[in-house]
C-alpha cells in the first residue's frame, strides 16, 4: 500500500504541470541567516563606543577629571547625546 502511494507520487512528479506547480508553491527556504563579518565589526564598533562613552560619563559623575560645574554639565549632556546617537545607530 505504501509503495503504491510512492510510486503514484513519483508519477505525478515527473508530470510539466505538477513540476511548475511545485516550484511556485516550494519557493526558497528560510535558512538561518549567515552573519557577515563587516555587520560583526559594526555591531562591535558600536558597542565599544557605548562603553567608551559611558566609562566617561561615569568619570564625570564622580568629578575625576576636576572641571568646573558648567563645563561638566555641559560635556554630560553632550557624552548622552552622543550615547543615544550611538545606540539609535546601532539598532
Avoid: H, P
Avoid at 555591531?43 to 568619570?59: C, H, P, Q, T, V
Wanted: glycine content about 8%; hydrophobic content about 45%; overall charge positive.
Amino acid at each position: 500500500m505504501q509503495e503504491k502511494k510512492q510510486n503514484e507520487v513519483e508519477q505525478l512528479k515527473q508530470r510539466s504541470e505538477v513540476k511548475e506547480a511545485l516550484k511556485q508553491t516550494t519557493g526558497r527556504k528560510q535558512g538561518a541567516k549567515v552573519v557577515e563579518t563587516k555587520d560583526k565589526f559594526w555591531f562591535g564598533s558600536y558597542i565599544l563606543l557605548l562603553l567608551g562613552f559611558g566609562a566617561i560619563l561615569y568619570l564625570f559623575s564622580f568629578e575625576f577629571f576636576g572641571l568646573s560645574e558648567n563645563i561638566r554639565t555641559t560635556l554630560q549632556r553632550f557624552i548622552k547625546g552622543a550615547l543615544l546617537i550611538v545606540f539609535v545607530l546601532g539598532i
